[in-house]
């Protein structure tokens, strides 16, 4: 809240992670689902903008379009380079129509999801519950190789 009343404060954190870029091949920065000010600073800094939508809430398009809007504000306001944006598909179930309609949605709007993440597994339960992370437990689980398949994904983004 400090930081409201401040010239540039969209840059705020562009500033502070300046001087450490260098020692890191990459920063990884989780913000809350909203566009409040930290959000807005990591857009800003950041070069990849990984967004999950769920396949079964409709308000999950909402926010990726609005997000996408305010990527393109900031590149355009802030004279920075846009994000790219990577969307991630969870929830997904691929015998549910709310699953089908919302990936269409996205590829309707040139959102092409980088992965399907499968919804909730027992086996994800039981990994939790074990306290046995679940690539241990199940390597070859669909959410573990959905998870190797964005890992594959990030690292051909961010090779460009």
């Given at each position: 809240?400090?930081?409201?009343?401040?010239?540039?404060?969209?840059?705020?954190l562009t500033d502070a992670l300046g001087p450490v870029f260098g020692d890191y091949?990459?920063?990884?920065?989780?913000?809350?689902?909203?566009?409040?000010?930290?959000?807005?600073?990591?857009?800003?800094?950041?070069?990849?903008?990984?967004?999950?939508?769920?396949?079964?809430?409709?308000?999950?398009?909402?926010?990726?379009?609005?997000?996408?809007?305010?990527?393109?504000?900031?590149?355009?306001?802030?004279?920075?380079?846009?994000?790219?944006?990577?969307?991630?598909?969870?929830?997904?179930?691929?015998?549910?129509?709310?699953?089908?309609?919302?990936?269409?949605?996205?590829?309707?709007?040139?959102?092409?999801?980088?992965?399907?993440?499968?919804?909730?597994?027992?086996?994800?339960?039981?990994?939790?519950?074990?306290?046995?992370?679940?690539?241990?437990?199940?390597?070859?689980?669909?959410?573990?190789?959905?998870?190797?398949?964005?890992?594959?994904?990030?690292?051909?983004?961010?090779?460009?």
């Amino acid at each position: 809240m400090s930081l409201v009343g401040e010239l540039g404060r969209e840059r705020f954190l562009t500033d502070a992670l300046g001087p450490v870029f260098g020692d890191y091949d990459d920063v990884v920065i989780d913000t809350p689902p909203n566009l409040g000010l930290l959000t807005v600073n990591a857009l800003v800094v950041g070069e990849l903008v990984i967004a999950p939508v769920s396949a079964e809430d409709d308000a999950s398009l909402h926010g990726i379009r609005e997000l996408r809007e305010t990527l393109a504000k900031l590149a355009l306001r802030l004279n920075a380079p846009s994000a790219v944006l990577m969307p991630i598909l969870t929830r997904w179930q691929r015998l549910r129509i709310s699953s089908r309609l919302i990936e269409q949605s996205l590829l309707l709007e040139s959102l092409r999801p980088a992965v399907r993440v499968p919804a909730r597994s027992a086996l994800l339960a039981n990994a939790a519950a074990a306290r046995i992370p679940l690539a241990v437990s199940a390597p070859d689980s669909a959410p573990i190789l959905a998870y190797d398949l964005l890992t594959d994904r990030i690292t051909e983004v961010m090779a460009r």
